[in-house]
């Protein structure tokens, strides 16, 4: 089992432009959770997707946008980056089920900086 | 979502007991207490979750107290590798809505 997987590791932009990053969820599950994480500070909640629909949202702008396909993989779109996109993107996933202890697994991240 | 407030650092030296306390005085009936654990570069890893009394795993023990306003992560005998950032998160984590909302962090470094 791969786990989570997530690409690029890393990507570099300018500003104004256009970004699309990748996840893998965990074999099995069908939940993907998408965060971001400035430099210092704790992952921040973005949006969350299951059954191919976007179930929450955290308080982002509009130019964060995502999509989950049926095999559960999902992709992040940012839209117009700005400076202060510069961060690393984490893609958790999870099993959406009733009960305590949905672990969420987080894959490495991708590495977003913004010129 | 309960917030979270926990030490912004500690240090420790290798095989003391490490124990890190987490205040939620507004958790709520149905939250569970979680602690992930982050080390530079990498995604967040789940470490242990409980309601309430102890919870022990291979790595940590999670102890609750009856009124479950404030937990505490115990890491025995910890060594150079559990130098890491250990988030305390406080929220329902049923039925799939499982946003995790994530504080700064407690930054814990192990000296030799």
């Known amino acids: 089992d791969a786990g989570v997987t997530q690409s690029p590791t890393h990507l570099i932009k300018t500003r104004g432009q256009q970004v699309t990053l990748r996840c893998s969820p965990k074999s099995g599950h069908d939940t993907v959770s998408w965060y971001q994480q400035a430099l210092g500070q704790g992952p921040q909640f973005i949006f969350q997707?299951?059954?191919?629909?976007?179930?929450q949202r955290g308080n982002f702008p509009d130019r964060f946008s995502g999509h989950q396909f049926p095999n559960y993989s999902s992709e992040l779109n940012v839209n117009a980056l700005l400076l202060g996109d510069s961060a690393l993107y984490l893609c958790?996933?999870?099993?959406?089920?009733?009960?305590?202890?949905?672990?969420?697994?987080f894959g490495p991240g991708t590495r977003l900086t913004v010129l | 979502l309960a917030k979270t407030t926990q030490p912004i650092s500690m240090d420790s030296y290798e095989g003391q007991e490490v124990n890190i306390t987490c205040s939620h005085n507004n958790i709520a009936t149905n939250d569970y207490i979680t602690w992930y654990q982050q080390f530079p570069s990498q995604g967040p890893r789940f470490i242990i979750q409980?309601?309430?009394t102890k919870v022990t795993n291979e790595v940590a023990s999670l102890f609750i107290p009856a009124d479950r306003k404030s937990s505490t992560l115990s890491l025995p005998r910890v060594s150079l590798s559990d130098t890491a950032v250990y988030y305390c998160l406080v929220g329902l984590l049923s039925g799939g809505y499982n946003k995790l909302i994530f504080g700064a962090g407690t930054r814990l470094a192990v000296h030799p």
């Open positions: 958790a996933s999870s099993l959406a089920r009733q009960g305590g202890n949905n672990e969420q697994f």
């Open positions: 997707y299951y059954e191919e629909e976007e179930r």
């Open positions: 409980g309601y309430k």
